[in-house]
């Protein structure tokens, strides 16, 4: 599919929550894992049309904190699925200067995935065109209460006083820190829930949900979820009048 030159004001940040691969496989009475593995081929071709369209951040919910709790067969194949895709993609990433990160506790991810990844972040680190985040064993309520010890280790050494901290300092201490907020988080699969995803960052993103099951979750879909946000009019909880206003004092 052509990209279309209609679009003009792109989000620079796009957030997916991933959902539906397992009710995919149902559908066609295939096993759960079958999902994810075609739930990966989508993973490849959105990140392939963002970086087409110039999308600078793309944060893709891979495996959540709560994932963990899953059976084992499922995480280990998920896991699998990740250390495959890593080295599949390397290539890819270093011809598109797509540079990796990834957020969450990734200590817990098993050792080969935490090696490919650390591998994959460091090879890729210099690439400037795009940023592919991957959130993986990742909870935001975790990454807020972990920034808070952060900063009250920051207060009792004496580096900073607490009347000090302000939403920007809390940010910085976050998975994301240097990462502008995203513009458009996607939730695919027709669930209205945020699931413990970039709770502080998503406060004034806009939402788009689609009954589309991921595996389907085709270039169209994808397009029309920013078609969609084109429409969207973003006030930052201020009045239209005075939102234009500050975007023209801006020069934005
Ligand atoms: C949710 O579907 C999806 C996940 C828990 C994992 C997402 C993983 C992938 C798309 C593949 C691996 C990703 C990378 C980057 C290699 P679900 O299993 O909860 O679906 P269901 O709600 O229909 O059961």
Redesign the pocket.
């Known amino acids: 599919m052509l990209i279309s030159s209609e679009l003009t004001k792109l989000p620079a940040h796009v957030a997916i929550i991933?959902?539906?691969?397992?009710?995919?496989a149902?559908k066609r009475g295939l096993p759960?894992i079958m999902?994810?593995r075609a739930?990966?081929k989508?993973?490849r071709s959105t990140v392939r049309c963002a970086r087409e369209l110039g999308i600078s951040v793309m944060t893709?919910?891979?495996?959540?904190q709560e994932?963990w709790g899953?059976p084992p067969d499922e995480v280990g194949a998920?896991m699998d699925?990740?250390v495959?895709?890593?080295r599949q993609e390397l290539d890819e990433m270093l011809g598109n200067r797509i540079s990796l990160r990834a957020i969450g506790d990734l200590q817990r991810l098993p050792e080969e995935a935490r090696l490919v990844l650390k591998e994959t972040i460091e090879r890729t680190a210099g690439n400037s065109e795009m940023i592919l985040n991957?959130a993986l064993s990742y909870g935001g309520r975790s990454e807020l209460a972990r920034a808070a010890r952060r900063l009250a280790e920051e207060c009792l050494k004496g580096r900073l006083r607490p009347e000090e901290i302000d939403e920007d300092v809390l940010a910085d201490r976050l998975y994301t820190s240097g990462l502008p907020d995203p513009d458009l988080l996607i939730r695919t699969?027709g669930?209205y829930r945020l699931s413990n995803f970039l709770l502080f960052q998503a406060a004034y993103s806009e939402l788009y949900i689609t009954p589309v099951?991921?595996p389907d979750f085709s270039r169209e879909e994808f397009m029309k979820a920013l078609e969609e946000y084109q429409k969207r009019e973003r006030r930052f909880g201020l009045i239209s009048q005075q939102h234009l206003s500050s975007c023209t004092a801006r020069g934005s």
């Open positions: 991933m959902d539906g691969n397992g009710r995919w149902r759960r999902g994810h739930g990966v989508t993973v893709l919910y891979a495996f959540s994932n899953r998920l699925l990740l495959e895709y890593l991957l699969s669930e099951l991921w």
